[in-house]
Each structure stands twice: as structure tokens, then as C-alpha cells.
């Protein structure tokens, strides 16, 4: 069973930087063929894709990431993640990692809080 963990979050001023990481386990042998993506959620809206990363390394963003945000993988450490740059009060969210295996799996989501 795909389990999906996330960690890096925390509270950063307007202007600095973040990396969250997505771990996968339950089929290490296959994230190397996952499509992975990451998604935000802030209070009293819903959850928006921010970017995503195929199997085979190609990545997308969200305009709202764009020129700011970098999406990675490491197959050989099951893990995926997000460099944010250049944090907005507007970031502010609490960020998943998704990935579709039949069904959408996503972890427990990272809190990021951007504010002076």
C-alpha cells in the first residue's frame, strides 16, 4: 500500500525559502514510474495544484509557482520535492504530495506559513 509522508513546512518571512519533501513507501521499486504532484490548500478555499513531476522527469507548475517554485524527484530515495523561493503571505497553505495508483493517494499535508 502507497503511503505518502510529508515534512518541511514551518513559518518563513515574505521573501524567503522553503523545501518540502514528499517520502513514498509501500512500492519503492515503482516511484520511479509515479507522476507526483503537489497541492495546497488555504483556509476557506480549495485545494489547488501547485505543480507536478512525471515518471520521467518532466515537470509543470501552477502560474502562481512559476519562476519561483522547482519541483525534483530522487528515485533512489523514493522522495519528492518542492523548492519554494520567494515565499507571498499568499503561499500560505497547507501542502500535499499526491500521486494517482488506481486511486489518488496523498500524505497528511505540511503546514507553510508565510508571514512577517
Known amino acids: 500500500q502507497v503511503q505518502l509522508v510529508e515534512a518541511g513546512g514551518g513559518v518563513v518571512q515574505p521573501g524567503g525559502s522553503l523545501r518540502l519533501a514528499c517520502v513514498v513507501s509501500?512500492?519503492?521499486?515503482?516511484?520511479?514510474?509515479?507522476?507526483m504532484d503537489w497541492y495546497r490548500q488555504a483556509p476557506g478555499k480549495q485545494r489547488e495544484w501547485v505543480a507536478g513531476?512525471?515518471?520521467?522527469?518532466?515537470?509543470s507548475y501552477a502560474a502562481s509557482a512559476k519562476g519561483r517554485f522547482t519541483v525534483n524527484r530522487d528515485n533512489a530515495k523514493s522522495t519528492v520535492y518542492l523548492q519554494m523561493n520567494l515565499l507571498k503571505p499568499e503561499d500560505t497553505a497547507v501542502y500535499y504530495c499526491?500521486?494517482?495508483?488506481?486511486?489518488?493517494?496523498w500524505g497528511q499535508g505540511t503546514q507553510v506559513t508565510v508571514s512577517s
Open positions: 509501500g512500492s519503492e521499486s515503482s516511484f520511479r514510474r509515479y507522476d
Open positions: 499526491g500521486t494517482y495508483v488506481a486511486r489518488w493517494v
Open positions: 513531476i512525471t515518471g520521467s522527469d518532466s515537470s
